[in-house]
């Protein structure tokens, strides 16, 4: 006699959020580097007439999760759409720049 095991279960994980231990941000802007291996994602708050941003967080992650980010913040985007309307980007010339009007040697690459 053989027990079957659930297949394919999906495992879940309960996700608790403690306002007293977590760290809140507030960031307008993200810088994205990549090596082989990983993913930095340097969040940063630009207030304006401030010549200068520091990096409020710093996230790191494998390819595989940022892609699968990408995934959740289109789906996400598609219904925020979906309900409020179009989200604009003001452009540049070119037709996937976004206009920041940061200074040149703010960039950190």
Known sequence: MSIEKPKNKPQQIKIEFNEDNTNIEYSNFVVVTHSAA?????????????????????????????????????????????KFGEIKVIKKEGPNEPQFNLPDDM???
């Open 38 to 82: 990983e993913f930095v994602l340097d969040f940063i708050r630009v207030l304006p007439g401030m010549a200068k941003a520091r990096v409020k967080s710093r996230v790191i992650m494998s390819p595989m999760h940022v892609k699968t980010l990408m995934f959740a913040l289109q789906d996400n985007i598609k219904k925020y759409e979906n």
């Open 107 to 109: 960039l950190p690459n």
